[in-house]
């Protein structure tokens, strides 16, 4: 059945039984479903656009910043590298992830320039990679060590104690 519906108002069908509004309801879904979708492609476009970056927990990602000694010509992955291998040289602590800030104050080039710039970013992805690769094998160690001390450890456990000697018991003669 079908209903005259007002000039410029959408006509509207009435089905008669249950399986045809079950129907329609259903390519009305789907419809929705569509429509979700494509508004969905087109925020994930413009999030693209704009380039935004991921927030961390608390509002921003931290970037290690590479930075290039160039008294040495070595090129450390961090700020912090730099702070922790240079704090005890600038009379800083060097536990103290703020350091790098002293250590560069202190620790200048002979005609007062900076000692510590930023790196390249093909010198600062190899020096990350370095530090990656240091870490590992210094893990690597540790684990090793620390298997062999519980294996040692089970070994030990493992090992029957040895049987004391019976002691004897001194006799009293009567």
Do not use: C, W
Request: proline content about 7%.
């Amino acid at each position: 059945m079908v209903t005259e519906a007002q000039p410029g108002a959408p006509s509207q069908e009435t089905p008669k039984t249950i399986e045809q509004r079950m129907d329609t309801l259903e390519s009305v879904m789907f419809e929705l479903i569509d429509k979700v979708e494509d508004i969905a492609k087109q925020v994930t476009g413009v999030k693209k656009q704009t380039g935004t970056k991921a927030k961390g927990l608390f509002g921003g990602k931290r970037t290690p910043v590479p930075m290039k000694d160039l008294k040495t010509g070595k090129v450390y992955p961090s700020r912090a590298a730099v702070g922790k291998a240079f704090a005890v040289e600038a009379g800083g602590d060097q536990f103290n992830t703020m350091v790098y800030y002293t250590v560069v104050k202190v620790l200048k080039m002979p005609d007062g320039s900076d000692r510590f710039v930023p790196a390249s970013p093909e010198e600062g992805a190899k020096a990350r990679a370095e530090a990656q690769a240091k870490l590992e094998v210094e893990v690597a160690a540790a684990n090793a060590r620390l298997e062999a001390e519980q294996a040692a450890k089970d070994k030990a456990a493992a090992a029957p104690a040895r049987a004391a000697k019976p002691t004897l018991k001194p006799q009293h003669k009567k």
